[in-house]
């Protein structure tokens, strides 16, 4: 079974400022995939990034970044340059290389970007 | 090139009824899955569609059931409704469930159970 752990139910950061999201995982799967989406107040899920079990380098994409740190279980994402914007519920998450793409989420953080 | 659609996009019922939701997965995508999102809560799995078929399921029960057709789209239904399945229902389509690929997901449909 997976387990995604979200430990910060709410986070505020100042504009332009960077912030980490925390993200700890449980899983016996040898070969994995990690997410992060980002909910608005509409509901829609948007992609963020993905970091693969086997990747040797931190996934990257535009003003996010994934610290990874596979000893640790922990795929932290961390959003530079924040603005107005990214105020939302962000998501970690994971799913089994070659589980059919289902995917395990923790319980979120709310992200709150202030001027 | 539109993304995932689902409709209704709100719905109020009475609890012992059902319900149809419905789903349009993105373009060139053939693996469709549902998911249940609780006020406050992370989406839990409910289950996944491919070759129009039930393929995973999560831990919910017969009450909620499926289908998908052959142009890849997809229903979820719920019977006997209970206040506890008030919630957001998350569509998500991907292209190769072999692989560990992005999930487009829809806006989802909010149902509120009276």
């Known amino acids: 079974a997976q387990k995604i752990t979200q430990t910060q139910p709410g986070m505020f950061v100042q504009e332009k400022e960077a912030v980490t999201l925390d993200c700890t995982y449980d899983?016996?799967?040898?070969?994995?995939?990690l997410f992060w989406y980002k909910q608005p107040s509409s509901g829609e899920m948007i992609f963020l990034i993905y970091q693969g079990s086997y990747d040797q380098q931190n996934a990257t994409e535009g003003r996010y970044s994934l610290n990874f740190q596979k000893a640790r279980k922990s795929a932290n994402l961390v959003i530079s340059a924040s603005q107005l914007g990214d105020s939302a519920m962000y998501f970690c998450a994971m799913m089994r290389t070659g589980g059919g793409n289902k995917l395990t989420f923790g319980t979120g953080t709310q992200l709150k970007v202030e001027l | 090139d539109a993304g995932v659609t689902q409709s209704p996009t709100h719905l109020i019922k009475t609890r012992g009824q059902q319900v149809t939701l419905r789903c349009s997965p993105k373009?060139?995508?053939?693996?469709v899955s549902w998911y249940q999102q609780a006020l406050g809560q992370g989406p839990q799995f409910i289950f996944q569609y491919y070759e129009e078929e039930e393929r995973q399921r999560g831990n919910f029960p017969d009450r909620f059931s499926g289908h998908q057709f052959p142009n890849y789209s997809s229903e979820l239904n719920v019977n006997a409704l209970l206040l506890g399945d008030s919630a957001l229902y998350l569509c998500?389509?991907?292209?190769?469930?072999?692989?560990?690929?992005?999930?487009?997901f829809g806006q989802g449909t909010r149902l509120t159970v009276v």
């Open positions: 998500a389509s991907t292209e190769d469930r072999y692989m560990n690929t992005e999930a487009f």
């Open positions: 373009s060139g995508h053939d693996t």
């Open positions: 899983t016996s799967d040898p070969s994995y995939g």
